[in-house]
């Protein structure tokens, strides 16, 4: 079957590439899915940061998904963002607004010399300026760990997206539709109780950068 | 590979049942991965519900993946929460608060007169009381519609979280550790440019069933 077409709903769809990066850029965790040898799926939720034209992951060097990953088995990963409920003049006309993007292919494992810069862009891309403020990772820390990419590679990916009001009755109605606009932010950071250290400007930052109200809902 | 159990950091899992219907319960998006004929990794992201001893989804009628599913292709289901950002004293000592569940198996296609009411409680799982807003759905649209079942069952599923704050650094450090809450909540209803109608009970109560600030991190 073709995996970069869709066949349902193709106007939904997306093949422009700064679309689906708006969307990979926004978001922190997708899911992993994998076969396992004996022909099940396999799927582990985790977190992620696009590098240019590939997608990083990392985890334990015994994490068995990932080794799966690693040594070549074809891999689907979905990511998806859920921005609103549509709430159609029926149950049938109601909805969901999302962003959603599957990339296929297979992973690589990175060289030892390149896996510490890549934890370093994981880490700064979700917390940004992290790395700067901590000291670098030690020769164990890097030996436990393993870091994946994967190509974004033209044809191998598929966007979908609805990113719309409610539809129009074709019937007459008096029920209610609209949009209820779902909404993500940081809360107020938690200190541990071993520390004493003011909250670093990587972790205020993070409260800044809350979501705009415009982003996470079509306005017709 | 044992599905029922984890390999690595058994202590984050949970084989209680009531803790996987909370996550069930609390999210409304999951993927479900299952594989092509030509043994490829296939995963949509899809509305669902729980409902006892079972998953609930839906679709079109010309859905591939469903359809796929619906034949009797394995499948994991795969629920994820992210609680929050766990900031550690290093990059390697940091982390993620979430909460994540696979659930395993196959599924089946509800004959018609079971259809409708799973229909009916998806809908009220993802809009409580929209149901008796609106009128019922007729037979062209239930014929448009699928819904699948994935069952519950023992030993067919995976609970995984982390629920704590950062861990206490081993080594000296003066740099700050805690969590940062991730908080997902509804927005303002947006009326749809058709409809005069007041927002309805089961649109507002959306708004007032806000996620309670306790929820979404651990407290120490």
């Not at 990066?21 to 396992?36: F, H």
């Not at 080794?67 to 088995?73: D, N, Q």
């Not at 129009?168 to 209610?176: K, L």
Request: hydrophobic share 40%.
């Amino acid at each position: 079957m073709p995996i970069d077409r869709l066949s349902r709903m193709p106007e939904r769809g997306s093949s422009d590439r700064p679309t689906l990066d708006s969307l990979l850029d926004s978001e922190l965790v997708g899911t992993l899915s994998t076969v396992s040898p004996d022909g099940e799926p396999w799927v582990v939720p985790i977190l992620f940061a696009r590098d240019g034209d590939r997608v990083l992951v990392h985890g334990s060097t015994g994490a068995g998904a990932l080794r799966l990953a690693a040594s070549g088995a074809p891999v689907a990963f979905c990511v998806m963002a859920l921005d609103a409920l549509v709430i159609g003049h029926t149950t049938f006309a109601s909805s969901a607004n999302y962003r959603s993007a599957v990339l296929r292919g297979t992973m690589t494992r990175l060289p030892a010399d390149e896996a510490s810069e890549a934890l370093d862009l994981l880490s700064d891309r979700l917390i940004p300026g992290r790395v700067a403020e901590v000291r670098p990772s030690n020769a164990r820390e890097l030996a436990a760990t393993q870091v994946l990419a994967l190509p974004i590679a033209p044809g191998s990916w598929i966007y979908k997206e609805r990113r719309a009001q409610a539809s129009s009755p074709d019937e007459q109605t008096d029920a209610w539709g609209g949009l209820v606009p779902r909404v993500t932010s940081w809360g107020v950071p938690e200190p541990a109780p071993w520390t004493d250290a003011d909250v670093p400007p990587s972790v205020l930052g993070l409260a800044a950068d809350q979501p705009r109200r415009d982003d996470t809902a079509f306005r017709q």
